[in-house]
C-alpha cells in the first residue's frame, strides 16, 4: 500500500509539471526527510517548512547547486513521524536555476501538513531509502538528510535500518534540533545531538547540524544544504 501511494503521489506531481528526461544527471540525490510527529507543534512545523523553502532559494545555496559538475541536483521532501506514517511530500525535483528553487520553494507552501504521535527514525530511513531508489535522475552521490527533535520511540530499532542505507553507499547526515521542551513528559535519554551522532548519521563523510531550536532551524538547514551539495566532508557537529 505504502509503495502504490509513493508511486501515485509521484506520477500525480509528474503530470502536473514539466516532463524529464529518465535519467537525467545530477550532482546529488538529496532526500529531506523531516518530523512532523507531534512533539512538533504548528507554530515549529511552519518554522521548519519555512527553513527549507528559505534555504532552498537562498542565493549561496543556489551558487553551491550551480557550482557543481553538473550544476544541478535531485530533490525529494518526506515527512515522517510513527512506524505507521511516512509521506513524500513533494517527490523528485531536478534544481539547477533560482527559477526552479522558487518553484519548489512555492510547492512546499502550498502542500498541507499532517502531525501524528511518535518518532520512527527507522521508518523514516526504511521510506527514505525506497525514495532514492525509484529517483528518476542519476547521481553518484546519494543522501539522506533526517531532521528530527526525539529519538526513535515507534517501529524497528535503528540500527538493522540505518545498516541496510549504508550497506546500499547511501550517506546519512542529522539535523537534530536540540527542543528543551519534554516529549510526551520525557526528556530524551541521552543528548539528542549524541544520539544522532551514535546511532543515526553514517557513511562516508557523514556529518551533524545542530539546530539549536526551531527558531534557528533554518539558518541551520542552509549550512547544511550548502555542505551536502558541495560534497563537504564531516563528522562535524556545529
Known amino acids: 500500500m505504502r509503495r502504490r501511494t509513493l508511486l501515485a503521489t509521484a506520477a500525480a506531481a509528474t503530470a502536473a509539471g514539466p516532463a524529464r528526461a529518465q535519467g537525467e544527471p545530477v550532482d546529488v540525490l538529496l532526500v529531506l526527510a523531516v518530523d512532523v510527529s507531534r512533539s512538533v507543534d504548528e507554530d515549529e512545523a511552519r518554522l521548519q517548512r519555512e527553513g527549507y523553502r528559505t534555504a532552498i532559494t537562498d542565493p549561496q545555496v543556489v551558487e553551491a547547486i550551480r557550482g557543481g559538475m553538473i550544476g544541478a541536483v535531485g530533490l525529494a521532501y518526506v515527512e515522517w513521524a510513527g512506524a505507521e506514517y511516512q509521506r513524500l511530500v513533494l517527490p523528485w525535483t531536478r534544481i539547477a536555476s533560482p527559477a526552479e528553487a522558487a518553484r519548489w520553494a512555492g510547492s512546499l507552501a502550498e502542500t498541507?501538513?499532517?502531525s501524528l504521535s511518535?518518532?520512527?527514525?527507522?521508518?523514516?530511513?526504511?521510506?527514505?531509502?525506497?525514495?532514492?531508489?525509484?529517483?528518476?535522475?542519476?547521481?553518484?552521490?546519494?543522501?539522506?538528510?533526517?531532521?528530527?527533535?526525539?529519538?526513535?520511540?515507534?517501529?524497528?530499532p535503528v540500527e538493522p535500518a540505518r545498516a541496510r542505507v549504508l550497506a546500499e553507499g547511501i550517506v546519512i547526515n542529522g539535523l537534530p534540533i536540540v527542543n528543551d521542551r519534554p516529549t510526551f513528559g520525557r526528556m530524551p535519554p541521552?543528548?539528542?545531538?549524541?544520539?544522532?551522532?551514535?546511532?543515526?548519521?553514517?557513511?562516508?563523510?557523514?556529518?551533524?547540524?545542530?539546530?539549536?531550536?526551531?527558531?534557528s532551524f533554518g539558518n541551520a538547514v542552509k549550512r547544511k544544504l550548502?555542505?551536502?551539495i558541495a560534497g563537504r566532508s564531516g563528522p562535524v557537529v556545529t
Do not use: C, H, M
Request: charged content about 25%.
Open 112 to 114: 498541507p501538513r499532517a
Open 118 to 156: 511518535w518518532t520512527s527514525i527507522s521508518g523514516a530511513l526504511e521510506f527514505s531509502r525506497k525514495v532514492l531508489a525509484e529517483a528518476p535522475f542519476e547521481a553518484t552521490r546519494r543522501v539522506i538528510d533526517i531532521s528530527g527533535d526525539g529519538v526513535n520511540n515507534s517501529g524497528g
Open 190 to 215: 541521552i543528548p539528542l545531538d549524541d544520539y544522532y551522532r551514535d546511532q543515526v548519521i553514517g557513511g562516508a563523510g557523514a556529518f551533524l547540524v545542530v539546530a539549536a531550536d526551531f527558531a
Open 226 to 228: 550548502i555542505r551536502e
